[in-house]
């Protein structure tokens, strides 16, 4: 068993399943998102089931935004753009499954694979009438994860450069009466996520140099 911590930057992102009723209705013409850069923080605890293959918990905090863009066709035949910017602070609990290469010198590859429960702490139940329009998101979502990386050994822990790619499960569209929930029968959100990790061989050997930069100052 050992830990370790990552820092890193994603992007969050919407994959958006028009209503079957969207090209009959007369005000949304388009529904996009746009992509913006986050960043995200977690505590690494790793432990190694055979010398090959390990489980990982990685608790942690996403912070991120999206935003959504609506062209609405107005009753004077006009067309004009409603932005919606929706933030998010996830917090995240995934688990994941790592199968590592042999090690080849101070370099190992590897592959990752799981799932990730979210709960967005910015979610909010209700919208201030001064902030419409906006859609609702749900606050808890299941997500499945895969991703690579390649570790890199130093002499007291070693760091990782990985990238995952991970996938809601679950509608985060919270339906209501506006035109803007109306036009989308699904929506799930979807993340980039590249990390920095630094981890030691074991918890001993982690704290160690720690201990041994304190002796040297």
Known sequence: MHFGMALGINTMDFTIHNSPD??????IYSVENRRNVGFNINIVMNYNIIPKFSIRCLPGLNFGQ???????FSNDSVFTKVDMMLESTFLDVPVLFKYKSDRLN????????????????????????????????????????VGFGTDFFLEYFKFALEIKYTVGIRNVLIPDASQYTSAIER???????????????????????FDRSKRRK
């Open 187 to 209: 929506m799930n959100s979807k993340m980039m996520i590249i990390s920095l990790l630094f981890e030691g061989s074991d918890a001993s050997n982690f704290f160690s140099f």
């Open 106 to 145: 101070n370099f190992r590859g590897y592959i990752i694979g799981g799932g990730a429960f979210r709960y967005d702490l910015a979610a909010r139940n209700f919208v201030k009438p001064e902030e419409q329009p906006k859609i609702r998101l749900r606050k808890a979502d299941w997500y499945y994860t």
């Open 66 to 72: 999206r935003n959504m863009e609506y062209e609405v």
């Open 22 to 27: 969207f090209f009959s209705l007369d005000s």
